[in-house]
């Protein structure tokens, strides 16, 4: 055994452990998303992930200063609207008085240092649950790009830090920039749901915001699991039209892409720890089957290890009482 190479001698305690960590875990890389309806003082629980609540704007300003208060810097917002207010071009996502654009305001008023993301989509508005307008049974590409721009627009009149298109329509980032530097939100940032893959871990995402497709499915748009290459394109389009952030989701089943995606990026990376990926750490952790702090910490973790720079994830709140007890 005579100079036998001992990787464990950097393994031998905590302290030690602490000192050779190469990754850790930061409250400054959490994005919350939150889910806002409309009313006063309503607080519903998604059954589908338990311990998840959607609220109307009164008491998602309180939850904000609450999060911000534990540390927490950003939060994505996705609405939902009553059915009356949608239709096929979405227009209920332009108003400037819808529930996006008045929560944006009355969050960015509250706590102005929040960073505050915006969900750029068509579904929770379209009658037909799409991420684009519908002609002839097909989604349409360019006629949608010019919706979502404009319903970008209306966030940054909000005041909204960043928008986030999630919809997979080609050529919607340069067309978003192009857009809001024409009004001159120079300043207003765009994450793009570049790597988007068609997904069933958004199960639970679509019963929260009752967004599931009228008809077919998503993948005319988004990715096919099978493909790698054609992420690292997606992404490389998106950083080339401008996108200031480059997203991957879902998260843990494609950290493949994460790493793929970070070697080539000039633009932080952000991964998307999905609904479908919460709720299956909460029926296991009902059932005692795993320890569920451990679990949220190690998943958590991994994004970093993959080399997300951001992680938006349901577990943010769980993360920042179990960081505050345990040393990483
Ligand atoms: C839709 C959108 C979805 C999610 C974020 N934006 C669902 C979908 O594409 O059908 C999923 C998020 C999650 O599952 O946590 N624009």
């Given amino acids: 055994m005579n100079g036998l190479k001992r990787p464990r001698r950097l393994r031998v305690n905590q302290s030690m452990r602490d000192l050779v960590a190469e990754n850790r875990l930061s409250l400054n890389d959490l994005i919350t998303p939150l889910f806002v309806i409309e009313g006063k003082g309503q607080e519903h629980e998604i059954p589908s992930m338990p311990g998840y609540f ?3 704007l009164d008491l998602t300003i309180e939850e904000v200063k609450k999060l911000y208060g534990m540390g927490l810097k950003s939060v994505l917002l996705f609405v939902q609207v009553r059915e009356s207010l949608k239709d096929n071009k979405g227009e209920e996502a332009m108003n400037a008085e819808g529930l996006m654009q008045q929560t944006v305001r009355a969050i960015k008023s509250a706590v102005p240092q929040m ?21 002839d049974g097909e989604v349409v590409n360019d006629p949608t790009v010019e919706v979502l721009a404009e319903i970008a627009l209306s966030h940054a009149h909000a005041g909204a830090d960043i928008v986030a298109p999630s919809d997979m329509m080609d050529g919607r980032i340069a067309a978003i920039r192009k857009r809001l530097d024409s009004e001159g939100f120079h300043n207003t940032g765009i994450m793009s749901y570049s790597v988007k893959y068609a997904s ?8 929260a915001l009752d967004s599931k497709p009228g008809f077919g499915d998503k993948k005319t748009y988004q990715m096919n699991p099978a493909n790698s290459i054609e992420g690292v394109k997606e992404a490389l389009l998106d950083i080339e039209e401008g996108a200031d952030i480059v997203m ?13 995606v970070k070697e080539v990026s000039e633009v932080p990376v952000s991964a998307y720890h999905v609904s479908g990926e919460y709720a299956m750490v909460k029926a296991a952790a009902e059932k005692g089957w795993i320890d569920e702090d451990a679990v949220i910490l190690e998943s958590l973790l991994s994004f970093k290890r993959a080399g997300a720079d951001l992680i938006a994830t349901y577990f943010s709140r769980d993360a920042v009482r179990i960081l505050k007890n345990t040393e990483l």
């Avoid at 069933?200 to 019963?207: I, T």
């Avoid at 879902?250 to 892409?257: C, F, I, N």
């Fill in 115 to 135: 960073v505050v993301m915006t969900d750029v989509a068509l579904d929770p508005y379209s009658s037909w649950g799409h991420d684009g307008i519908v002609q």
């Fill in 200 to 207: 069933s871990f958004y199960g639970p995402f679509r019963d």
């Fill in 248 to 260: 991957v989701k879902p998260g843990l089943p494609y950290l493949d892409m994460v790493l793929r």
């Fill in 54 to 56: 959607k609220q109307s």
